[in-house]
């Protein structure tokens, strides 16, 4: 109950493409959704985060959708540029939890 | 404003030593979180520290495994008799506010732990 389960393991998209990362959880007490975006050998950093009572949350490239009914959520990065290779992880927390769930990341390679 | 800054960066460790990785949370930030990150594996929630509290441990192995964040200093996160299944990267992140979902958590650059 308290995993996100986060797929694909690894995407490679062509410059200029969308690149699109799933998660999905089961824990209904989860209130909290955001993405961080990790580069070697550096620490996470928050990238966008979403709570349940909207759909979709857009922040320049980076969008997340959000169905609450199929409990599962997405990042879509249009426009993928090279600079965007990086590893994307989905996480999600309870109202007024003491952590943040992550899922298993997604190796992204953006081709030029 | 420095970031969160985790030292040593790197660490070699052989069977049954201690290692200790610390933590400075960002100037202000009371609230400090340690995972722990495996090879292609996500973040795995360890301990979360308030100044002198410790508030929830709920991550942390049974044994061997402890953390302090005194009223001074920085957060330590102790590991004692080191096996080689501890070898990963430890992250320490900070938050100005209490709890996970109330804003963003400021990782550090992480503490990679190599046991021979």
């Known amino acids: 109950q308290q995993q996100v389960k986060q797929s694909p393991q690894s995407l490679i998209v062509q410059k200029g493409g969308i690149s699109i990362i799933n998660c999905a959880y089961e824990?209904?007490?989860?209130?909290?959704f955001p993405w961080y975006q990790q580069f070697p050998g550096k620490g996470p950093a928050l990238l966008i985060a979403i709570r349940p009572d909207v759909s979709e949350k857009k922040e320049g490239r980076f969008t997340i959708s959000f169905n609450k009914s199929a409990k599962q959520f997405s990042l879509h990065i249009m426009d993928s540029q090279p600079g965007d290779s990086a590893t994307y992880f989905c996480a999600a927390s309870i109202r007024y939890g003491n952590k943040l769930v992550f899922g298993a990341g997604t190796i992204l390679r953006v081709k030029s | 404003n420095a970031g969160v800054m985790q030292n040593p960066r790197h660490l070699v460790r052989r069977r049954g030593q201690e290692a200790r990785l610390r933590c400075s949370p960002m100037?202000?930030?009371?609230?400090v979180y340690w995972y722990r990150q495996l090879p292609e594996e996500g973040l795995k929630f360890m301990v979360y520290l308030q100044k002198e509290n410790i508030i929830d441990e709920s991550g942390m192995p049974k044994e061997r495994f402890s953390a302090e964040f005194p009223k001074e200093g920085p957060s330590i996160l102790r590991i004692q008799q080191v096996v080689r299944g501890d070898s990963a990267a430890y992250f320490c992140?900070?938050?100005?506010?209490?709890?996970?979902?109330?804003?963003?958590?400021?990782f550090g650059e992480g503490s990679r732990l190599t046991v021979l």
């Open positions: 824990n209904t007490a989860f209130d909290y």
């Open positions: 992140a900070s938050s100005p506010y209490r709890g996970a979902d109330t804003g963003e958590l400021f």
């Open positions: 100037k202000g930030h009371s609230h």
